[in-house]
């Protein structure tokens, strides 16, 4: 027969913790995984970090090429002259006139707005010339901006056999890392052609 003082010590060895090594091997599992879903954090982390970059420029880079494009087709006339360089010239205001009613953007002032690529800087950005010579200026518009194109113009002629400017491509590359990407645009100055 077994009495009640062997029942409590066979209890009390059975309900003892965990040995040591038990608690060694529990620790080092337990720590692998913290480890493990820290690099997890920290790399997935990184790639949101990466993609948000790419994602401000590419958009900061086709709100550019839309301002450019819009500037282009509004526009009186522009030179490329300068390389890495578009300005576009405002038509002359007369106050009063038939002006007035077809002037969109720009004020009274305005003589011409010139966008630059800086390929050094990798930057594409913004100066607004007035007609009293004073300058505003540069605006960064766009960076991570890798290549960029501006024309050459297509010329054609009008049903006046005048030759005009009938197409301006642009293209904008922006790279970040190892991505990349090329955008593309054309438009022409509406003012120039003659219906």
Same mark, same amino acid.
Not at 117 to 130: A, H
């Given at each position: 027969?077994?009495?009640?003082?062997?029942?409590?010590?066979?209890?009390?060895?059975?309900?003892?913790?965990?040995?040591?090594?038990?608690?060694?091997?529990?620790?080092?599992?337990?720590?692998?995984?913290?480890?493990?879903?820290?690099?997890?954090?920290?790399?997935?982390?990184?790639?949101?970090?990466?993609?948000?970059?790419?994602?401000?420029?590419?958009?900061? @880079?086709? $709100?550019?090429?839309?301002?450019?494009?819009?500037? &282009?087709?509004?526009?009186? !006339? +522009? =030179?490329? /002259?300068? *390389?890495?360089?578009?300005?576009?010239?405002?038509?002359?205001?007369?106050?009063?006139?038939?002006?007035?009613?077809?002037?969109?953007?720009?004020?009274? @002032?305005? $003589?011409?707005?010139?966008?630059?690529?800086?390929? &050094?800087?990798?930057?594409? !950005? +913004? =100066?607004? /010339?007035? *007609?009293?010579?004073?300058?505003?200026?540069?605006?960064?518009?766009?960076?991570?901006?890798?290549?960029?194109?501006?024309?050459?113009?297509?010329?054609?002629?009008?049903?006046?056999?005048?030759?005009?400017?009938?197409? &301006?491509?642009?293209?904008?590359?922006? =790279?970040?890392?190892?991505?990349?990407?090329?955008?593309?645009?054309?438009?022409?100055?509406?003012?120039?052609?003659?219906?």
């Amino acid at each position: 027969m077994v009495s009640v003082k062997q029942i409590r010590s066979r209890s009390r060895c059975n309900r003892s913790g965990l040995s040591l090594p038990e608690a060694m091997i529990s620790l080092a599992i337990t720590s692998m995984l913290l480890a493990a879903v820290a690099t997890a954090f920290n790399a997935s982390s990184q790639a949101i970090d990466a993609n948000d970059t790419f994602f401000r420029c590419t958009q900061a @880079a086709r $709100v550019t090429m839309n301002q450019i494009l819009a500037e &282009v087709r509004n526009c009186d !006339s +522009l =030179s490329m /002259s300068v *390389s890495n360089t578009i300005s576009i010239i405002r038509p002359a205001y007369v106050a009063g006139s038939n002006q007035d009613l077809y002037r969109i953007v720009g004020p009274p @002032a305005e $003589v011409s707005r010139s966008f630059v690529y800086d390929p &050094v800087g990798q930057t594409i !950005s +913004l =100066s607004i /010339s007035f *007609s009293d010579g004073t300058t505003q200026g540069p605006y960064e518009l766009a960076a991570n901006v890798s290549a960029c194109s501006f024309g050459p113009a297509v010329m054609g002629q009008d049903y006046n056999h005048a030759t005009i400017p009938v197409r &301006v491509p642009l293209t904008i590359t922006i =790279s970040i890392g190892g991505n990349s990407v090329v955008i593309n645009g054309s438009a022409a100055p509406r003012r120039a052609i003659k219906y």
